[in-house]
């Protein structure tokens, strides 16, 4: 009889019942941006893996019902004394068997427990000119010191694995890849749900889309030039709030006229509907530490083509079209190729499905877990 993988008797069989766990929920802050979905998704997930443990998460105030399955306590407010030292001095009242950062930083202060963060991206250790300046805090200190003072890393990805090595270098084996799990509502929807999303949305007919902050590591300019210059093109529709240094995008975005149409603000629920009316997702970054849009894609059987860049190749595989970031003339021959080609269109929205299948946060949040057991089994004297 296999060993179940769910539930007590799962973490019974796996010899630790109930352990309390301390998670950093300062990513709820913005609950829609990448670290606040990961937080809210991978808590979700380990509550209904170990429902015998208690989290305990410290995040902002009003952010609670985002992690309902949990102890919810406020984040301190001041930057540097609350955070770094009040925090800690919190944590080591209540004696956790482990601290969890989904947000990739531990205090600075001591919380004298086994520790588990996940990192993200390296982005702005690979190029800082993507990103505002102001953060040497958190870059210079916060960020290094948590990498190395972890017990255990959570990598959400191969490609970030090997940035943690290159940056800071720690041992390999103390890195766990973790990839990100992709929601159930995401899939393919009935003609009559996409009738109705499109009179709602009022999207056009026929559209390539992109989603994702507008801001210079999402490479955007590469792909307004491939589109301005296509053939029998469809509309493009951009998702995604302004991030930072952002003004050139704008100008540009401005230039290419009405068949042109960003949505700044899109309630995250219409997501899934939006995947399932694009003729193709283009997803051309220059940088991802995992990369959401195009896995969210695919689960919709929605044809993606993305960039050659970091994780992008490892989590699309065979199941998309893959394109040098900043080639683009070939992001306009892949377009043209996927809008005008319906087998090859039939094809990826084929491996798509599939390939999403193979994540889920059910996993991802049992291989938390997973690390967590590890991590405390390395501090046991």
């Known amino acids: 009889m296999p060993a179940?993988?769910?539930?007590?008797?799962?973490?019974q069989s796996r010899g630790r019942v109930g352990l309390e766990i301390v998670v950093d929920g300062s990513g709820l802050e913005r609950p829609r941006a990448g670290v606040g979905v990961y937080t809210t998704q991978i808590l979700h997930a380990m509550a209904v893996d170990r429902p015998d443990c208690k989290l305990t998460v410290f995040g902002p105030r009003g952010a609670f019902m985002h992690v309902p399955n949990t102890t919810y306590r406020l984040l301190p407010t001041t930057r540097l004394l609350g955070r770094h030292l009040?925090?800690?001095?919190?944590?080591?009242?209540?004696?956790?068997?482990?601290?969890?950062?989904?947000?990739?930083?531990?205090p600075l202060g001591n919380v004298r427990c086994p520790s588990v963060i996940t990192v993200h991206d390296l982005a702005i250790y690979r190029n800082p000119r993507w990103f505002p300046g102001g953060q040497p805090l958190s870059t210079r200190l916060v960020v290094p010191r948590s990498v190395l003072r972890a017990d255990v890393v959570i990598a959400v990805s191969e490609s970030t694995a090997r940035d943690v090595v290159e940056f800071f270098g720690i041992d390999r084996r103390r890195i766990e890849v973790v990839p990100h799990g992709v929601s159930a509502r995401f899939r393919p929807m009935a003609r009559d749900e996409l009738e109705e999303a499109r009179a709602r949305l009022?999207?056009?007919?026929?559209?390539i889309l992109f989603v994702g902050t507008v801001e210079p590591r999402k490479n955007l300019e590469t792909l307004l030039e491939a589109w301005a210059m296509m053939r029998d093109r469809p509309d493009l529709v951009v998702v995604g709030s302004w991030g930072w240094r952002y003004e050139s995008i704008r100008e540009k975005m401005e230039r290419l006229g009405p068949r042109l149409h960003h949505l700044?603000?899109?309630?995250?629920?219409?997501?899934?509907?939006?995947?399932?009316?694009?003729?193709?997702?283009?997803?051309?970054?220059?940088?991802?530490?995992?990369?959401?849009?195009?896995?969210?894609?695919?689960?919709?059987?929605?044809?993606v083509v993305v960039a050659d860049t970091s994780s992008l190749p490892e989590v699309v595989a065979d199941a998309g079209l893959v394109v040098p970031?900043?080639?683009?003339?070939?992001?306009?021959?892949?377009?043209?190729?996927?809008?005008?080609?319906?087998?090859?269109?039939?094809?990826?929205?084929?491996?798509?499905?599939?390939?999403?299948?193979q994540f889920s946060w059910e996993r991802a949040g049992h291989l938390t877990w997973q690390a967590i057991d590890d991590a405390v089994r390395r501090s046991a004297p």
């Open 4 to 11: 179940p993988t769910s539930g007590p008797d799962a973490a």
């Open 86 to 106: 009040e925090w800690p001095a919190m944590i080591r009242r209540l004696k956790p068997n482990a601290y969890f950062g989904p947000a990739g930083a531990l």
């Open 202 to 207: 009022r999207v056009p007919e026929r559209f």
């Open 264 to 303: 700044e603000s899109l309630d995250p629920e219409e997501l899934p509907a939006i995947y399932n009316l694009a003729r193709a997702l283009a997803h051309p970054a220059w940088y991802e530490g995992f990369g959401l849009p195009p896995l969210e894609a695919m689960a919709c059987g929605t044809p």
């Open 325 to 357: 970031a900043g080639d683009v003339e070939g992001w306009r021959k892949a377009l043209e190729r996927v809008i005008a080609d319906t087998d090859l269109a039939a094809d990826l929205r084929h491996k798509g499905i599939l390939r999403a299948a």
